[in-house]
């Protein structure tokens, strides 16, 4: 259980990373940020995931900033006290393109039909913030996810469902349709879900022991 002396804020909505925070143990409270992601562009996967958590974050922030300011004496300190602020985002790499969330059915179909082509990667960046000391930290985590053939009535069972449209690269190893046709994995299906497990604590550990 997170420790009384400090709390945390998960900046995303995703159920799956909010499952994964509670399966490493921590209570935390959710706040989202409403940023517009296809205005952040960057060239390389991992500048961009960086780029799009740190947006999350500086949004999130600016939130609290506003609440604390109509807020009264109190409550106000309860803002100052210890917090850790924790954002993520992630795409997937496939055949040198970088996949975001599926705009519509086709692309999804797209994406999906790919990964029977060629091997998907995901890249995940996650930021943790401590709001009282102000120091940030950061990593990035990939895995590499390789696939049998995935035959099309799965495809289209997948996107009749609509959970594609909320994962990058509609990748989605954990549903009971995708996860017999998973080959191999270099790497942690946490990662592949939106929060590695191994980096989050490390990066919650560092922004705890580290000074401004």
């Known amino acids: 259980m997170t420790p009384a002396s400090w709390r945390i804020i998960l900046g995303s909505s995703s159920k799956t990373r909010q ?19 296809s205005a952040i562009r960057r060239e390389s996967a ?25 807020s009264d004496e109190s409550s106000s300190r309860n803002l100052q006290t210890l917090v850790l602020l924790i954002t993520a985002d992630q795409v997937v790499l496939h055949q040198g393109l970088i996949l975001e969330k599926p705009r519509d059915a086709q692309q999804a179909r797209e994406f999906i039909r790919g990964y029977s082509r060629a091997p998907a990667s995901t890249v995940g960046a996650v930021v943790v913030k401590n709001l009282t000391t102000g120091v940030s930290v950061s990593g990035v985590d990939k895995t590499e996810v390789y696939f049998h053939p995935i035959p ?4 289209e069972a997948l996107v009749a469902e609509g959970e594609v449209f909320y994962a990058a690269g509609g990748l989605l190893v954990e549903h009971p349709l995708v996860s017999p046709l998973v080959e191999a994995m270099v790497g942690s299906i946490d990662s592949v879900m939106g929060l590695p497990k191994d980096l989050t604590i490390s990066l919650i550990a560092k922004a705890l022991a580290s000074k401004p």
């Open 19 to 37: 499952a994964i925070l509670r399966e490493l143990g921590y209570d935390f409270d959710v706040l989202t940020a409403d940023i517009d992601e």
């Open 46 to 70: 991992e500048d961009l995931v960086l780029a799009l958590a740190e947006a999350k974050a500086e949004a999130i922030l600016a939130k609290l900033s506003n609440a604390q300011q109509h």
């Open 152 to 155: 099309e009535e799965v495809v």
